[in-house]
């Protein structure tokens, strides 16, 4: 983008998109205002057993949605890193599903490579990607396991973890699926695609609903 072509004044004032849409009073149609984007938050909220680091990306979108107001195509972005927070929820809720020790184990279809027993302290679902990847560097092509179960080390797996070990009914499993969709196509766009902030907020609280069932 040309910066002579930026006008950041711009940035404070409402974008046009964003006041087309209105609300109906007994005086007729006025645009939507900003309070108004606001308290559609109302009843739109984080369980207190949700973790803080979670809230924290929750937040984040909440703030995009609101600052759709100003910049409209940050309503749909709001929706993205919602999905983000989901997929945060995912990996720390098997994170906290973990006893206090654990067996690590790495295995091709000949035999056992490595297996080590840790004491967790401060674990991390990235730390155990990240051991997962030197492991595969160190051995090549093979199976990474955490109490001679499987590491489910994506979404996808994820999901099916959640199936299989109850933490949501099976109902949930299917929004859970129909979420990961959703992140896939917001995070390989062919172009900056837009969304109302209707749906856009949709989004939103359909992700908050998910989050507080994996900490129920």
Known sequence: ???KDFDVEELTKPDPTS????RYTENGSEPITLQDL???FEDCKLKPE???EIE???EVSKHLFLY???YYPFFIVSGHIALLGLEAAMRRRFVMSLPSEITISYKNNKEELFSNRLVIKKLSFETLVNTQKTLRDRYGKGTFSINNEVFPNTFYKLIKWCGEKKIVKEDAIKHL???RNLRNSYAHPDFQSIMPPGPSLGVIKNTIELINLLFE
């Open 1 to 3: 983008m040309d910066k």
């Open 19 to 22: 006041m087309r849409f209105v």
């Open 38 to 40: 606001n308290e559609w």
């Open 50 to 52: 949700v973790p803080s």
């Open 56 to 58: 924290k990306i929750m």
């Open 68 to 70: 759709g107001y100003f």
């Open 177 to 179: 699926d129909n979420a």
